[in-house]
């Protein structure tokens, strides 16, 4: 019998994107009920998410959240107090050296010798890798070529920054953990990542990133885990967790600062009026911006800095946090 | 480990060693100025059975004892220097991450300070050559037992400085403190025979002592000293295992 599979694959193509789809729900990562301490102190409390294949997955929250600790047990660099990890089917604490060929990791604190070469140390891990890119291509496409022959010490932060990333991907790893990857790097420096972050995405691995920077998280991830003390207090894609927790739109304007416009908090769809000096700052939902506007030319007023504000990651953040 | 990647990372250290000038400076140059300083003084005393130089001559003595100073050197100076820094700035987490294990840097190490270590026995004995006399050792096996069982000690406590320390400037503080009373207690500085009894008495727990006594006694034809090379051994097992329990830590 000829096989089946090959007919199907060479006669409904079409079929077989529906195949890989269903490929990309299996979960890579799957952490239950983590639970870390570090002398006393409790890292992180109960973490659980999966990460699906070929998402940019985020892991959002402010500093000492418990991100990195959660990512480090699932590299296998630190042992769960409990609960339960799989990468990639395995389990980080046992088969640690079979999982660390298939991930790369960039970590939050990690350095270099400060007098390796650029190029000695793609070579190394390169070597350390059972299959691995060819390093000369890693120094083109991380932008890297003319500091091949640069120490590790006299690199600008960037610079450093993309040799981490160029080495966590040296083995070509089918997931790929970023802990705070735009640390320390300047504006147009944090785009180009953000592009090559992408890149990684689109050549078929799976991303973790860690940041504590909302815009980032926002403009970067397919789903985000939201982390807050030790526990995920929400997962979604970013615009579910606005649309969830984002508190609903704001319309903006300036008016004199005596000037009274208590009264719009009686216009249809308003829910609220603040006001910071000359800022008025009008909380609703819906077609609000149209009733602002209609009701500030009924008094007389016309401000020419009328505008809507979408709420951010950064709202939605206070909103559940309860921080705001 | 893949025996060309373990290659390529002991290539690696041992050209950070030599572009680390100081560590390189002081492994190979201080036990050769010290040699020639205090050779140099007791050139010609003490050729007598009852002298304190066992016998063999101020020179010869210092120049045999010096390569006991190579390896506290390497071994209380040089190492924890270097191993320090890899755990406190993450380098060793670095590693450990992209699948460069933790044991293979540490064997790396110890393959680059025995390089190390006989360079430097080997530049000692060739500039001390036109000007002191020294004999051809009594055993070249024994010395070469005890400048193995010597290093590898000495290798095992720069370890377990490292790993005791919380940064790279403790561990450099801690290796100075030791170097200096375990050179000068070790009879590389002044014969064990002159120093007060207290002196001796804590010699005895001081371990470049043994290293320097495990290469003199079969250099000068007083054969193998097992129990030296025993409690060396001792050392290095207990410092190793205590390294191992430290650097699991980080």
Known sequence: ?????????????????????????????????????????????????????????????????????????????????????????????????????????????????????????????????????????????????????????????????????????????????????????????????????????????????????????????????????????????????????????????????????????????????????????????????AHVGAALIAHGIEPTDLRLEQPTLEDVFLNISGRS | MKPDAFAKLTWLELKLFLREPLAVLFTLGFPLIFMFVIAGVFNTSGQGPDSPFLGVGGAEYYVVSNIGVVIGAIGLIALPGHMAAYLERGIMRRFRASSVPVAGVVLAQAVVSFMVAIVATVLLLLAARPAYTYHFPHSLPGVVLGFVVGLISFLAIGLLIAGVSRSTRSAQGISFVAFFPLWLLSGAGPPLAVLPAAMRHLADFLPLDYAVRALQDPWFGFGISWKNLAILAGIAIAALAGSILLYRQR
């Open chain 1, 1 to 289: 019998m000829r096989p089946v599979g090959r007919r199907v694959i060479i006669v409904y193509p079409g079929f077989l994107r529906i195949e890989q789809k269903e490929v990309g729900t299996v979960a890579v990562v799957e952490i239950d009920h983590l639970h870390k301490v570090y002398g006393g102190v409790v890292a992180v409390d109960d973490v659980s998410l999966q990460v699906e294949q070929g998402e940019i997955f985020g892991v959002l929250g402010p500093n000492g959240a418990g991100k990195t600790t959660t990512v480090e047990c699932a590299e296998g660099l630190r042992r769960p107090d409990a609960g339960r990890i799989r990468v990639l089917g395995l389990d980080p604490t046992r088969q640690v050296h079979e999982l660390r060929q298939r991930i790369g990791c960039q970590l939050q604190e990690a350095a270099l010798p400060d007098r390796i070469k650029v190029w000695e140390a793609l070579d190394l891990f390169a070597s350390f890798a059972p299959k691995h890119i060819d390093w000369h291509l890693a120094l083109e496409q991380w932008g890297l070529k003319e500091k091949q022959r640069a120490a590790f010490g006299s690199l600008s932060g960037g610079q450093q920054q993309r040799l981490f990333v160029a080495l966590a991907l040296i083995n070509q790893p089918e997931v790929v953990f970023l802990d705070e990857l735009t640390q320390g790097l300047d504006p147009a420096a944090r785009h180009v990542a953000w592009g090559l972050v992408r890149a990684v995405r689109d050549r078929g691995a799976t991303v973790v990133l860690v940041t504590h920077f909302m815009d980032e998280a926002q403009q970067l991830c397919d789903r985000i885990a939201v982390v807050d003390r030790g526990r995920v207090v929400a997962i979604d894609s970013p615009q579910g967790l606005i649309e969830r927790y984002g508190g609903g739109v704001r319309v903006v304007f300036s008016s004199e600062p005596d000037r009274d416009v208590s009264w719009l908090r009686q216009t249809p769809h308003v829910k609220g009026v603040a006001r910071q000096g000359p800022r008025i700052e009008v909380t609703g939902d819906g077609p609000v911006l």
